[in-house]
């Protein structure tokens, strides 16, 4: 009863934590509501795009209303102007696309829309950042997500029950380890390949944050495996776990592959540790 206990634990904060960090993350749709005609929307839009295609940007609003996206590069460099297409009515929706651009180009944009009572602007303050990125595989993508989930999980379990003195946790360190090694540092880097260009774009070779945040958890697992081998050390695989936990919290795709306009060349942020203190 006290391992089932403990699994469904690990369950709900693995399940916490994967929506957490998709929400949060930069690629995540933006959402808005916003009244027109005295009616209220709820509207999505996107912040990722992947493929050759063009970006589609659908409203869900009413047949009738007029609406025109603005969009332009981003970063802008100085003088540009804004870029305007008209949305069209496709079946219940307005669609404007987005022009494509390559791998970790990115857009902003605004709308605006029509109303009885004149022009409505959504994000003109502040606009919509897309990121475009090449397609990726589903034979690559859906191992790594299935992988990486599964990691997370068995993180979290193997900490649990090493916290509650169960000694399977040993088990499911291995398996952690053997599940983020598959998924993050075989498949994580082929998937970043795809979407832009890039095998490995952490440490030492860029501060992309998602290798690096994989990389930290894989060294921590690393440890806790070799730590755990002769010898019971519960405690390498707890700090391991609470790591783990911690970086995978982090918003998906922060200070992730950005394409300079002027050079070419696809670069990575990094995090400025002066402003978390």
């Known amino acids: 009863m006290k391992k089932v206990a403990l699994w469904v634990l690990a369950v709900v904060i693995t399940l916490a934590a ?33 493929g050759t295609s063009d970006a589609p940007v659908e409203l869900n609003l009413d047949p009738g209303f007029k ?8 970063p802008n460099l100085e003088n540009e102007e804004w870029e305007a297409i008209d949305f069209k009515q ?13 791998p970790a180009g990115k857009l902003m944009y605004y709308i605006d829309v029509a109303t009885s009572k004149g022009i409505v602007s959504i994000f ?21 997500i299935f992988l990486m989930f599964f990691s997370m999980m068995l993180a979290n379990v193997a900490g649990l029950f090493a ?20 998924g993050g540092m075989i498949l994580g880097p082929i998937v970043q390949l795809y ?12 501060w992309d944050l998602t290798d690096n945040k994989t990389l930290i958890a894989f060294l921590f ?5 070799a730590g755990n081998r002769k010898k019971q050390r519960p405690y390498l695989t707890i700090l391991a776990a609470v790591v783990g936990l911690l970086v995978y919290s982090i918003p998906h795709s922060m200070f992730g592959s950005e394409l300079d306009r002027a050079s070419g060349v696809v670069t990575q942020g990094m995090i400025q540790f002066f402003y978390l203190f």
Not at 90 to 102: G, I, R, S
Not at 124 to 144: C, M, N, S
Not at 163 to 171: P, Q
Not at 221 to 225: F, I, R, Y
């Open 18 to 50: 994967v929506i957490y960090q998709r929400m949060t993350g930069p690629t995540y749709p933006k959402r808005a509501r916003v009244e027109l005609n005295g009616k209220e929307y709820k509207l999505k839009l996107i912040r990722s795009h992947g």
């Open 67 to 74: 609406a025109t996206l603005y969009y332009k590069f981003f």
């Open 90 to 102: 496709m079946e219940e929706k307005l669609v404007a696309d987005l022009p494509n651009q390559p």
């Open 124 to 144: 003109k303050e502040d606009p919509v950042v897309i990121r475009f990125k090449g397609d990726v595989p589903a034979l690559i993508l859906i191992p790594h």
């Open 163 to 182: 916290i509650a003195g169960i000694e399977r946790y040993k088990i499911y360190t291995n398996l952690t380890f053997i599940f983020l090694l598959l």
């Open 195 to 206: 979407a832009f260009g890039d095998l490995w774009t952490g440490v030492p070779f860029g």
């Open 221 to 225: 697992w690393l440890a806790a495996v």
